[in-house]
């Protein structure tokens, strides 16, 4: 079984990490997004908004899961028995952040880390950027899911 995990803090999931969800279905049997808990950072939506967004978004799709963790993410690999980490690529500062990471976790344990770019229609979407359209007021539903909205 080709069982991955997608790590992050989706502070709030986007457009562009949709796109690399929804592509990496073919190439996987199950894909766990697995939300990181970080006690030293401050984040604009809860765990649980930010679980229920992610739930929403894909309540369709049997294959994908939502979970939450603390912790180094090799340990949660083996904790559920994934073979595999997902990662998204926007940009070459990306692949060199990433690609030391990789590298790390492939030295520590067995697990692959497999990249897919983002698409060209979504490739200048972050997280952060989406935040500060948030807290400005801004237009910022054409960038992430229609289960993502400020109350």
């Given at each position: 079984?080709?069982?991955?995990?997608?790590?992050?803090?989706?502070?709030?999931?986007?457009?562009?990490?949709?796109?690399?969800?929804?592509?990496?279905i073919?190439?996987?049997?199950?894909?766990?997004?697995?939300?990181?808990?970080?006690?030293?950072?401050?984040y604009?939506?809860?765990?649980?908004?930010?679980?229920?967004?992610?739930?929403?978004?894909?309540?369709?799709?049997?294959?994908?899961?939502?979970i939450?963790?603390?912790?180094?993410?090799?340990?949660?690999?083996?904790?559920?028995?994934?073979?595999?980490?997902?990662r998204?690529?926007?940009?070459?500062?990306?692949?060199?952040?990433?690609?030391?990471?990789?590298?790390?976790?492939?030295?520590l344990?067995?697990?692959?880390?497999?990249?897919l770019?983002?698409?060209?229609?979504?490739?200048?979407?972050?997280?952060?950027?989406?935040?500060?359209?948030?807290?400005?007021?801004?237009?910022?539903?054409?960038?992430v899911?229609?289960?993502?909205?400020?109350?």
């Open positions: 079984m080709r069982k991955a995990i997608f790590p992050g803090s989706f502070d709030p999931i986007t457009l562009g990490h949709e796109d690399i969800i929804k592509r990496s073919s190439l996987f049997d199950e894909i766990v997004i697995a939300i990181g808990i970080n006690a030293e950072k401050k604009m939506f809860s765990l649980e908004e930010r679980k229920q967004f992610i739930e929403e978004t894909f309540k369709n799709e049997p294959k994908v899961s939502v939450t963790y603390e912790g180094l993410t090799i340990d949660l690999c083996h904790k559920i028995n994934a073979n595999f980490i997902l998204g690529l926007r940009n070459p500062a990306d692949f060199e952040f990433e690609k030391a990471i990789a590298h790390t976790n492939r030295r344990s067995k697990i692959e880390t497999v990249f770019l983002t698409a060209a229609k979504t490739s200048y979407i972050s997280s952060s950027i989406v935040r500060d359209v948030i807290r400005n007021n801004g237009q910022y539903e054409m960038l899911p229609d289960a993502v909205r400020v109350k």
